[in-house]
Each structure stands twice: as structure tokens, then as C-alpha cells.
């Protein structure tokens, strides 16, 4: 019960279930449960980046071209987006390594989170940029109503689980009282905590980034702020791909084979379920009335932004089996497509800026028909 | 030739000329939404009614039965699909 880093007793690990399981005790990957797990974590290693690989020098005189209203909606979007991903840095660490049972899955989560880590440096590595007082615009997140308003909800489930974990590890599942305290914690509560936590966690990726990004796209389209967009795109790219991790993750949760109590939990979740995606789509669509308070910029404003949420959130929720709560079906801005295409598509990588081109990456296979049309 | 047909919609031949589904349907116009264009974050999810595809590349991003990708797949047969 209590968590061990080397976990002694045998187990199968074909047998266990994601989480609540044994602890992992050898990381192998010959044998995989899940094998999309060490797919996403190629995936996301072949996506490696670094943020001083893009140059952002001529940001700095578009920013102070800007108009306030302007410098307004770029700045409060980093700021939110600087503190989505301190979350996301290190909560998946601390709430989910201490449960998880498969090797494949421990490994993605600490790949996941790493690469949240990189998009926190590269906030830093643009306010460094653009503002000769960076600590001025990270001071001011702690203080922010707006942003720390919507930090409790992206955090609150997390606080719940890694306060019931520590609680279960620590004293076992029943009553307890701790310094005066009682407190109860069940196997079966810890689930449901669990559920609603990675519930909320695929919220955060699916819904709560992308208001920011429509932001700095539409700057990008005005040839503003481009090597803001190219980091954006970067991380754009690593988030869908977090995404997919988490739908991965509650889809084999609620089909039950892994885990019966799953299923049960997350039918008996689904009404919390719909609120969640409810509430974030609401929050996100009042921080787009606060970003476009003293004015909108070109190409967006207010309500083609919320329709934007709407239709994400319709999209998102499909995607994990749950029915679309608003009526928007169109996408009111097409055009940011095109810059969240992965651009592996391209096919010379030396004249374009690729970002996944990886260096040393050879292909060694050549058979008799690579020379059919060779004459001597 | 091979044919998709969008449920209560029109039916569009497939040239041959397209890497995927995907790019057939945006040479007729016909909206899908997509991102990543290769398979991993399935926002380009569609039905598929009848018929049978294949996939150029296995797809990362979870697919449900009933659905498929069309941005990392060919069709095999005269296809009968739903665009959301």
C-alpha cells in the first residue's frame, strides 16, 4: 500500500491495471498492456524542441508597435498560459507516478510532463524578449483576480487526488485521525478522484489552451508577433499530442476491462463530467470578454472567439463519447488549422524550418529497385 | 473509379491524384476540420457508414468503432461517410 520505488514482489505486469495496481518495479517495455502509451512517448520525443532554437528578436518591435488594448490580450494570454503549464509541469508527476501500475504509462507521464516544462521555459524565454522588466509580468499572475480565479479549477482536482493518495499510502483505506483531524479515505473515493482528476486534466489541454492560441495565431496571420506563433505552434503540437494521452486514458477507463470500478466511476461521473467541460467552456469565454475589454483586434473579437469555444468544446467532448452541449457545429475561424498542422507533411526539410526534422536521421534501406532506373 | 458519399450529401470520386481521404474531400470543398494532418490528434474524426479503409499510418489518437481518421487513410471500396 504505502509507495515504494523498487517494488519487490513479482508481478505480471500484463495483468495489472493503469492505476491502483502494484507499483512498477522494472521499467520494461518489451511487454506492453498498452502499447499506444510508448507510441505517444516516440512521438513526443521525435516532437523535441528547444525555445531558444526560435528567434524571437523582432517580436520585441512589433510588441511595442502595439496598440495597449493590444499589448493587453498578448501579454494576459502568456501570463494564463505561463500558469496553465506550471501546473501542468509538475501535477502529473506528483499526483500520478506515486499510482500508476504499468511501466509504458509511468514513462509517458514523465515524458508528458517534461515536456510541459519546456513550454514554461519558453514563456520565459519571450517575456525576456519583449519586456525589459520580465519579473513585472510574472509577479503578476500571483496577483491577477482574473487568472487565479480559473487557477482554482485547473487545480482542484489534482489537490484532491495527491491529499487522498498521501492519506491512502500513508494510514489505508478507513477513518483517521491526524492531529486532532479525522479523516476518511476508501480505494473506491480515491478512483472517482482519480477519474476527475484526468477528466479535468483533458479539459485543461482540450479546451483552455486554445483561446490563447487563436490569440497569438491572429497576430501571426496580421505578421505580428511571429516568433511568438512559432513557439505556439510548438506547443500547440505537444499539447494535442497530451490530448490524445488523456482521451487514450479515460476512454480504456470507462470500457472497463482494466478496471470494473472504473466503468461504474465514470458512469456515475458523467453528470460531474458534463459540468466540468460546462464550466471551463464558461470561464474561457469570460476571460475572452476580459481580453478584448478596451477593444478587439483584427480578425477576432469576443463573440467569434466564444463561438470558437463552443465549437472546441462540442469537438472535445465527441471525442471522449459524450454528447456536444452547444449548437455551434462551424468552426468560426477555419484559418487556425493550418497553424495546427503538424508539419512532418513537408517533404524537403532543409529548405523550410522543420520542427521535427531530426538531425542524423538516415534512412538505411535500399533494395534492388532503388536502381531501376539506373543506366551505366 | 472509387466513390465517398457524404451521408445525405453529395458523392465525390476519388482521382487517385490524393494522399489521403482527407485531402479528396477538401479537393471537392467540403469542410473537415482537422489539426495535425497525421493521425495523432483526431480532430478530423469522421463516421464511416459503409465500405472499408485502410490506414497509410497506424493512427495514434483514440478511434472508436465506427469512426476513422480521414487524414491518415485511403478508402478500399466506395465509401459511405458522416462529416460532424
Known amino acids: 500500500m504505502a509507495y515504494t520505488t523498487f517494488n519487490r514482489q513479482i508481478n505480471d505486469q500484463m495483468k ?33 524542441w528547444r525555445p531558444e532554437e526560435v528567434d524571437v528578436s523582432k517580436d520585441r518591435i512589433d510588441y511595442q508597435n502595439l496598440p495597449e488594448h493590444e499589448k493587453h490580450i498578448f501579454i494576459s494570454n502568456l501570463k494564463y498560459q505561463t500558469l496553465l503549464d506550471s501546473v501542468q509541469g509538475r501535477s502529473p508527476n506528483v499526483a500520478f507516478l506515486p499510482i500508476v501500475s504499468l511501466p509504458e504509462l509511468e514513462t509517458w507521464i514523465e515524458t508528458w510532463a517534461f515536456s510541459e516544462t519546456i513550454h514554461s521555459r519558453s514563456y520565459t524565454h519571450i517575456v525576456r524578449n519583449i519586456s525589459a522588466e520580465p519579473h513585472k509580468v510574472f509577479d503578476d499572475i500571483m496577483l491577477n483576480e482574473r487568472i487565479l480565479e480559473r487557477a482554482d479549477d485547473v487545480t482542484r482536482y489534482y489537490d484532491a487526488l495527491i491529499d487522498g493518495i498521501n492519506l491512502y499510502q500513508r494510514c489505508g483505506e478507513g477513518t483517521h485521525t491526524i492531529n486532532g483531524q479525522s479523516h476518511s479515505i476508501s480505494l473506491y473515493e480515491l478512483k472517482r478522484r482519480l477519474y476527475l482528476c484526468v477528466m479535468s486534466v483533458n479539459v485543461l489541454e482540450a479546451i483552455r489552451f486554445y483561446v490563447s492560441f487563436a490569440c497569438s495565431f491572429a497576430f501571426a496571420e496580421r505578421e505580428l508577433m511571429e516568433g511568438n506563433a ?89 471525442a471522449i463519447g459524450m454528447k456536444a452541449i452547444f449548437s455551434t457545429t462551424q ?46 | 473509379m472509387l466513390s465517398i458519399t457524404i451521408h445525405g450529401g453529395v458523392t465525390i470520386n476519388v482521382d487517385g491524384n490524393q494522399r489521403c481521404i482527407l485531402d479528396t474531400l477538401e479537393q471537392h470543398k467540403l469542410q473537415v476540420n482537422y489539426h495535425c494532418r497525421e493521425g495523432y490528434c483526431g480532430a478530423c474524426r469522421c463516421k464511416l457508414l459503409s465500405g472499408n479503409i485502410s490506414y497509410t499510418n497506424e493512427p495514434l489518437a483514440f478511434v472508436r468503432a465506427g469512426e476513422f481518421l480521414p487524414c491518415c487513410s485511403v478508402s478500399l471500396s466506395d465509401i459511405i461517410i458522416e462529416i460532424p
Not at chain 1, 23 to 42: A, H, T
Not at chain 1, 293 to 313: P, R
Not at chain 1, 357 to 374: P, S, T
Open chain 1, 16 to 48: 495489472e491495471p493503469m492505476f491502483f495496481g502494484n507499483p512498477v518495479n522494472v521499467s520494461r517495455y518489451d511487454q506492453q498492456k498498452y502499447g499506444i502509451f510508448e507510441k505517444l512517448i516516440e512521438k513526443q520525443l521525435s516532437f523535441f
Open chain 1, 230 to 318: 512559432k513557439i505556439i505552434r510548438l506547443i500547440a503540437r505537444d499539447e494535442a499530442l497530451h490530448l490524445t494521452g488523456t482521451q487514450h486514458m479515460l476512454n480504456i477507463m470507462a470500457a472497463g476491462d482494466d478496471d470494473p470500478d472504473m466503468a461504474k466511476i465514470a458512469k456515475e461521473c458523467e453528470e460531474e463530467a458534463y459540468a466540468i467541460f460546462r464550466k471551463a467552456a464558461e470561464q474561457e469565454k469570460d476571460w475572452a470578454e476580459y481580453l478584448f475589454k478596451d477593444g478587439s483586434m483584427i480578425g477576432l473579437n469576443k463573440d467569434i472567439l466564444c463561438q470558437y469555444v463552443e465549437y472546441i468544446t462540442n469537438s472535445r467532448m465527441q
Open chain 1, 331 to 376: 468552426n468560426p475561424i477555419p484559418w487556425i488549422n493550418t497553424w495546427l498542422v503538424s508539419d512532418n507533411v513537408q517533404v524537403a526539410p532543409q529548405e523550410a524550418e522543420i520542427s521535427s526534422y531530426l538531425v542524423g536521421q538516415i534512412d538505411n534501406e535500399v533494395d534492388g529497385g532503388d536502381f531501376g532506373d539506373f543506366d551505366l
